[in-house]
């Protein structure tokens, strides 16, 4: 009786704690109820109606950019664009409307599909009348529309975007992901079996910058961008899923962040494919999507694992006779129109317990260390203690969290912010069950 009303009152003291003061970054619940809390959101197809248009977001310095992107038509705006899933050998048709301010044309391109249509026939490059190229594909004219169709043809991680002034429309944020499911089934990256992974542990990383400079002119400057010299541009902000950090551990669709609906907080469970492991574990690792839609090489640097390298730009790593040449590596350094799909997991390797197998090291005296705001209180999984006096903790049920983050650290910053650009973490939650939320 005194046991359970302790624990009520335990439970409902953290509850009001957690929303009150911690809540914005505690991985949770979604904003939105039908869409999991992390994890890559998908919009399925394959019949798409996306919208471009102008809007603005939010910068983890609190500065606000204006932006241009796509929003699922009669939907809200949003960056990046939403992230379209289809399955392989499926026609896929985007409709494409542009409302774009100032009058501007726009176009979308598909690198690594073929033979796509424009309003059913082969979309082309257009040319103005003196034989410059100003498209890379059948634009739309300003309030108008065009369909795009193809066949995907093959399964991968792919980008979309603008193929109308490209230096401008696509940093200006005209970007986003498709991905093309193999037809071996949707927890596949590539038809191959090493390929499988949790469905619930898919992720993405959309890697993209913004020049604010760029951004204002076209904001300020009545549509014609004319204070804004390209051969100036150099990026100040570096996003991770078009946030950053913290932002960016807040879960998909944080009510803060009415424009930037994707989180990038890795959740996973720790990886066991020992059939007498049982399901307390997951016996197929987690897939992160990585895409590079900026100008420059973002070498990404999971901590804590080493990640499986299984494809790049939409092709699985394989031999000249189909043999699998996935690798192992530490590094994810994805280069300007890049993208990889790089299997990760967490192994309980050592199977420390504080009873059965304690850590064999000293741990310091709480008065020589740093705690941090996600720390457990213990170095054991599943396992949490009382923090010293003054110490608040967001951690929830004995998880773990290891950072994983953009290692060009320059780029690590918002407008001269340090430490608040594409850093996110991985969170490693206890096997199961647990009390995780
Ligand atoms: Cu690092």
């Given at each position: ?22 809540g ?25 109606s ?12 609190m ?21 379209l ?103 596949f ?16 990383a ?11 002119a ?35 669709y ?16 720790p ?75 967490w ?14 090291v ?76």
């Amino acid at each position: 009786m005194h046991t359970s009303k302790f624990k009520w009152v335990w439970l409902l003291g953290v509850f009001v704690l957690g929303s009150l003061a911690l809540g914005p970054l505690a991985p949770t619940q979604s904003a939105k109820a039908d869409v999991p809390a992390t994890g890559i959101v998908c919009t399925n197809g394959p019949n798409f109606s996306l919208t471009a248009q102008m809007g603005y977001i939010q910068m983890s310095d609190m500065n606000t950019v204006y932006m241009w992107s796509y929003g699922l038509t009669g939907g809200n705006f949003q960056y990046p664009g939403p992230v379209l899933c289809v399955n392989e050998g499926d026609t896929v048709n985007i409709t494409l409307t542009n409302n774009l301010p100032y009058g501007l044309p726009t176009s979308l391109i598909f690198p690594g599909q073929e033979n796509v249509l424009a309003d059913g026939a082969l979309s082309q490059p257009e040319f103005d009348t003196g034989g410059t190229l100003t498209s890379l594909a059948k634009s739309a004219a300003n309030g108008g529309s065009v369909t795009y169709s193809f066949v995907a043809g093959r399964p991968g991680t792919f980008i979309y975007e603008s193929g109308t002034d490209t230096k401008t429309q696509v940093p200006m944020g005209l970007a986003s992901v498709l991905i093309v499911r193999p037809s071996m089934g949707a927890s596949f990256v590539y038809n191959r079996a090493s390929d499988q992974f949790t469905p619930e542990e898919e992720f993405m990383a959309f890697l993209s910058e913004v020049d604010p400079y760029q951004h204002t002119a076209w904001e300020k400057s009545f549509g014609q961008g004319k204070n804004y010299n390209l051969n100036n541009y150099r990026a100040r902000y570096w996003l991770i899923n078009g946030r950053g950090f913290p932002d960016d551990m807040a879960d998909n669709y944080a009510s803060w962040l009415p424009n930037q609906p994707y989180g990038a907080l890795a959740r996973i469970h720790p990886f066991n494919d020992d059939p007498g492991a049982g399901a307390a574990y997951h016996p197929y690792p987690a897939v992160e999507r990585f895409v590079n839609v900026g100008t420059e090489e973002y070498p990404f640097h999971p901590h804590g694992q080493n990640g499986q390298v299984v494809g790049r730009d939409g092709y699985p790593l394989a031999g000249p006779g189909g043999e699998d040449m996935a690798f192992e590596n530490f590094l994810v350094n994805l280069g300007p129109g890049q993208t990889w799909d790089v299997l990760f997991a967490w192994h309980d390797a050592e199977a420390y317990d504080p009873i059965t197998n304690p850590v064999n090291v000293t741990v310091p005296d709480l008065a020589n260390v740093t705690i941090g705001m996600f720390y457990s209180g213990s170095p054991y999984l599943g396992y949490q203690q009382t923090m010293p006096p003054g110490t608040t903790t967001l951690n929830q049920c004995g998880e773990y969290y290891i950072i994983s983050h953009n290692h060009a650290l320059f780029q690590l910053d918002a407008f001269g912010q340090t430490l608040a650009g594409p850093i996110t973490y991985l969170r490693i939650d206890p096997p199961l069950p647990n009390n995780c939320p």
